[in-house]
């Protein structure tokens, strides 16, 4: 999805000084853009807000350069490159414009299932606008503006509920390789996409298959993915409903 892309990919060094700078000013940290390109996605930075500085590489023409014969080179083909600090970017916080408000999933509460899963939906914190979301032990984040968020939630929840966050899973040496966890989440993701009768399941697909690399799911895994979906769709489900098993 052009999701995957919608922002520019900064190095670790300009991600780290940029939440340097946001905690200095108590900014909260988020995906960056400069001015017009937040404008490119219907928000505005707000007046007044101060840019963030960023490192950025640069070229300079060296003129009157001489080749190795005595001549001068060709100006065009004579280049230093430096770098400079230009203030050019805002993080989502200095900005502004219509409320994002996802709609609920018919059938199906959010917050039951979180509370019921004993997971914590965090505010999204970090610069790669690029992330849909992430998971950290028992707390997930949604980039404000993802995509599919419900898409993205139910991935982030199966990575939780599949142990894949777990300390104590980790220190086992018992996590599956990073490509088969985004086999498993997005798989989950799938499942209750297609279960509630929601958009994304085709994207769900395109990724799995990437993650996949032609490999089959082995057996052990679609348990676990079959088992997780099942969970987070009985969590979120009226209490009615909540016998309700895959088929």
């Known amino acids: 999805m052009e999701a995957y892309s919608a922002f520019y990919n900064y190095s670790i060094g300009n ?7 946001c905690s200095l ?21 707000r007046r007044g807000e101060k840019a963030l500085q960023l490192c950025m ?36 916080s200095q900005t502004e414009g219509a409320e994002i408000e996802v709609p609920p999933i018919p059938g199906w509460n959010k917050e039951q299932a979180l509370t019921t899963l004993d997971i914590t939906e965090v505010p999204f ?10 998971a950290r032990e028992r707390e997930i984040a949604i980039n ?28 086992d040496g018992e996590h599956p390789p990073r490509n088969l966890q985004e086999v498993e989440a997005e798989s989950v993701a799938l499942l209750c996409c297609e279960a509630l009768g929601l958009e994304g ?5 395109g990724y799995i298959q990437g993650w996949a690399d032609g490999e089959p799911i082995p057996e052990q895994s679609a348990k676990r993915i079959m088992g997780a979906a099942d969970k987070i769709l009985r969590a979120g489900r009226p209490a009615a409903t909540k016998t309700e098993t895959i088929h």
């Open 125 to 134: 914190t970090s610069t790669n606008g690029n992330s849909q979301g992430y």
């Open 15 to 21: 991600q780290l000084l940029a939440m340097w700078q």
């Open 57 to 92: 590489p640069v070229t300079f023409k060296r003129r009157g350069a001489a080749d190795t014969n005595g001549g001068d080179l060709d100006p065009d083909d004579s280049f230093t490159t430096g770098f400079i600090y230009k203030p050019n970017w805002f993080v989502l």
């Open 144 to 171: 404000p503006l993802a995509q599919l968020p419900h898409k993205t939630r139910f991935h982030e929840t199966a990575h939780v509920i599949l142990g894949h966050t777990s300390k104590a899973a980790f220190e």
């Open 25 to 45: 000013r108590g900014l909260e940290v988020g995906p960056i853009k400069t001015f017009p390109a937040w404008k490119e996605v219907g928000r505005t930075v």
């Open 201 to 205: 399941a085709e994207f769900c697909r």
